[in-house]
């Protein structure tokens, strides 16, 4: 049975509790009041939500309005402002009670610390709250929709804990932790990005980095999703978790296709290589042992798959939070493709500007996991008409805001999907161009592989160019 919205105002009105302490609030506001060139300390840690009493949080207010207006305080400015502006009993003894409510300077920083607790805290409750609320008022349609919302207010809550460190970082930090990335790629230890185990793009983009969007767009039967399994199951071999949102194919064509891939081990290897029709039909003693292999390697890699169709950002954003509170190591995401994408339902923007808000909402998702995320999209076919038929920038559908948002843009060019015949006498058959259009970190230009169309697998090539 569902409960009203006045029968929820009753009840939530019955829950007077709420995670705080006074005397810590006390103890801020008077050091701030008595020694006014401490206030730096506290203006990009606190904000009046901070404080939990209502004559505490405007009191702080007016100090931050003096602070912003006049660069300093004073406790004749602070007792001015209040008595003129707020409605405050027994001001006066209000005041001399705070700025006696500490022993030491020092004080300080440790209240501030309680204070940002203390708001994570209600922060969480009032989440908690208002997801038992949206349950009970039967707010949502389904139970994803649930999951979504709850998730969404859940991470704005957990991330509402003020960061106790400078936002203003000494140039000599920087570098130290530059210095260690260079040590520990001189070591071999790491790349400075994902490594993908194509050389010639992981030299190309020095790794896929955290917190980019990269977008990989061609037309279709390119390649595109091709490469990004390829992707996905070179990752996943080193044991580093990717998640693949497939809104266009289902589970299994998905994992059809990364056995496909594997099998070309076997290729060339007589009684044991298996065509992409001998795996539709019936197999042999040998064949069938190969493919188990296969099997038993796949099985191993950590990499989840969502098949539904028409997600929306939101949903895709709740089920990666998901997987990310799961598995902390997380290390990429691919979405393939972006204009199957569903658009949030109350929109009435054009489809231009959806687009550009589901990129952009992406790349938040992206930063916010601290991790690459692939986003696969068409071309338009404007690329068609012309002589020559290489990707730009202005070939991407809706393209004003994808190459606004994007990190890096990744075209694919295939000599013989447009001219087979000629890719054939000159031995381009399957020699595909990767160009990177756009590198905020780095060099534009083309690396090239060779796709093996009926495994729907990229070797590499030894060749690339800078643009």
Not at 79 to 94: M, T
Not at 279 to 298: C, I, K
Request: proline letters at 4%.
């Amino acid at each position: 049975m569902s409960i009203t919205a006045s029968t929820w105002d009753t009840k939530e009105n019955g829950v007077p509790f709420a995670p705080a302490d006074l005397d810590a609030e006390r103890r801020v506001l008077g050091i701030l009041i008595k020694y006014p060139d401490k206030i730096d300390l506290a203006v990009d840690k606190l904000q009046p939500q901070h404080f939990h009493h209502r004559t505490h949080r405007m009191i702080y207010q007016v100090i931050l309005e003096l602070y912003h207006t006049r660069g300093r305080i004073s406790y004749t400015q602070v007792y001015g402002k209040l008595r003129k502006e707020q409605d405050i009993d027994e001001l006066e003894e209000v005041l001399v009670a705070i700025t006696e409510s500490f022993a030491s300077q020092a004080e300080l920083e440790p209240g501030i610390e309680v204070l940002v607790s203390k708001n994570a805290q209600r922060q969480i409750l009032q989440a908690a709250r208002e997801i038992e609320k949206m349950i009970l008022l039967e707010q949502e349609d389904s139970v994803e929709a649930y999951q979504a919302r709850a998730q969404e207010l859940i991470f704005a809550a957990t991330n509402a804990v003020t960061s106790l460190d400078d936002d203003a970082k000494d140039l000599l930090h920087v570098l130290n932790k530059c210095y260690m990335n260079l040590l520990e790629r001189r070591e071999g230890k790491e790349s400075y990005g994902l490594s993908v185990r194509y050389p010639s793009i992981d030299s190309f983009t020095t790794g896929f980095k955290n917190k980019d969007l990269i977008i990989l767009a061609a037309r279709p039967s390119m390649g595109k999703t091709a490469l990004a399994l390829n992707f996905a199951s070179n990752v996943g071999k080193r044991d580093i978790p990717v998640l693949i949102f497939s809104l266009e194919m289902d589970d299994e064509q998905i994992g059809d296709r990364l056995v496909l891939s594997e099998l070309f081990r076997f290729k060339g290897q007589g009684a044991q290589e298996v065509t992409s029709f001998d795996y539709a039909t019936r197999m042999s003693d040998a064949q069938f042992a190969a493919t188990q292999s296969v099997f038993n390697d796949l099985y191993k890699l950590p990499i989840q798959i969502v098949d539904r169709r028409g997600l929306t950002v939101a949903e895709m954003r709740a089920k990666a939070r998901k997987v990310k509170a799961e598995q902390p190591d997380l290390g990429l995401i691919i979405v393939d493709y972006l204009q199957l994408i569903k658009p949030p339902p109350e929109s009435r923007k054009n489809w231009a500007l959806v687009v550009g808000d589901i990129v952009r909402e992406l790349r938040d998702l992206a930063g916010e996991l601290d991790l690459p995320l692939v986003l696969l999209s068409q071309l338009n076919r404007g690329v068609e008409s012309r002589d020559d038929k290489r990707p730009m920038m202005s070939d991407l559908r809706d393209s004003g805001n994808i190459e606004e948002f994007a990190d890096v843009i990744m075209f694919l060019y295939r000599e013989d999907y447009y001219y087979p015949e000629r890719a054939a006498e000159e031995g381009l058959v399957g020699e595909t161009e990767i160009i990177f259009a756009k590198q905020r970190k780095g060099p534009t230009g083309k690396v090239k592989l060779r796709f093996q169309k009926e495994y729907t697998r990229f070797v590499e090539e030894a060749s690339w160019e800078v643009g």
